[in-house]
């Protein structure tokens, strides 16, 4: 059901370490039962963009909750100068955003109205984040739109001080819904095909979906890189997901 009045805030929760960090909290008004979703925000930083991304979801009844990833590095910066911040130290460190993503989660399944169920959701560096997330923490489910280096190692000339994840498939616990562009080089389509490759031979429930004539970020409203009739159908292919197994 969409069109639900919703009520977004920001709020404090306790990430990783028990730390105290920001995120956007966005939900349904009204107490029937919901799924929740922890939006892990693209590489731009905790923007409007993604705020709009977790209202969305509320909208469709589930309670969505997107951490600051770059809440530690710049508190009161711009996200922008928060994003350029982090990328020059290499990144947010793969064990403090599992940290984050779990208090997020935890958050989420307190809440009166939440109905048990889970899932991650991320965008660009994100859709690594979530994908890792997913082979880490016990989601019900799993979306990867566009995550670079879940296959491949970052080139070295790359501020990313990360790894490839795909060594950790085998412990996903949910299904997998991959959502790419063809024209995009980061990840491009032989990792994609690595990966679905990957999924198959472990037997891990996934389904991609790609788009000729869409690159890197073609969700993001606010870029020239975005790709509307891409949008559109990738976001039918989310919903569709969630309501199975998240509980419409």
């Known amino acids: ?80 100068d928060a994003a350029a911040i982090a990328r020059a130290q290499g990144g947010v460190p793969d064990a403090r955003l599992l940290g984050d993503v779990g208090g997020a989660r935890e958050y989420l399944l307190h809440q009166p109205a939440a109905n048990g169920k889970s899932a991650v959701i991320g965008y660009c560096s994100g859709g690594r984040q979530a994908f890792l997330a997913g082979c880490e923490l016990p989601f019900d489910a799993v979306v990867d739109c566009y995550g670079a280096f879940v296959v491949n190692q970052p080139p070295s000339e790359s501020p990313m001080k990360v790894s490839a994840v795909i060594d950790r498939a085998s412990k996903l616990t949910g299904p997998v819904l991959g959502l790419f562009g063809n024209d995009d080089s980061y990840p491009g389509p032989e990792e994609v095909n690595a990966l679905d490759a990957e999924l ?7 389904e991609f979906h790609r788009y000729d004539g869409a690159g890197h970020a073609f969700f993001n409203t606010a870029a020239p890189s975005y790709r509307p009739e891409a949008a559109k159908d990738a976001w039918g292919h989310i919903f569709r997901f969630f309501d199975t197994y998240l509980g419409a």
């Not at 977004?8 to 919901?34: D, S, V």
């Not at 469709?60 to 922008?80: I, K, S, V």
């Not at 198959?200 to 996934?206: A, D, S």
């Open 1 to 80: 059901m969409t069109d639900h009045a919703v009520l977004g805030e920001e709020i404090a929760f306790q990430g990783a370490n028990a730390e105290w960090i920001e995120g956007f909290y966005a939900r349904p008004l009204g107490r029937t039962a919901r799924g929740s979703v922890v939006v892990i925000h693209h590489m731009p930083g905790y923007d409007e963009a993604t705020k709009e991304i977790a209202l969305r979801f509320a909208r469709h009844g589930y309670g969505a909750l997107m951490p600051n990833l770059y809440f530690r590095e710049a508190p009161t910066a711009a996200p922008d």
């Open 200 to 206: 198959t031979e472990l037997n891990k429930p996934h």
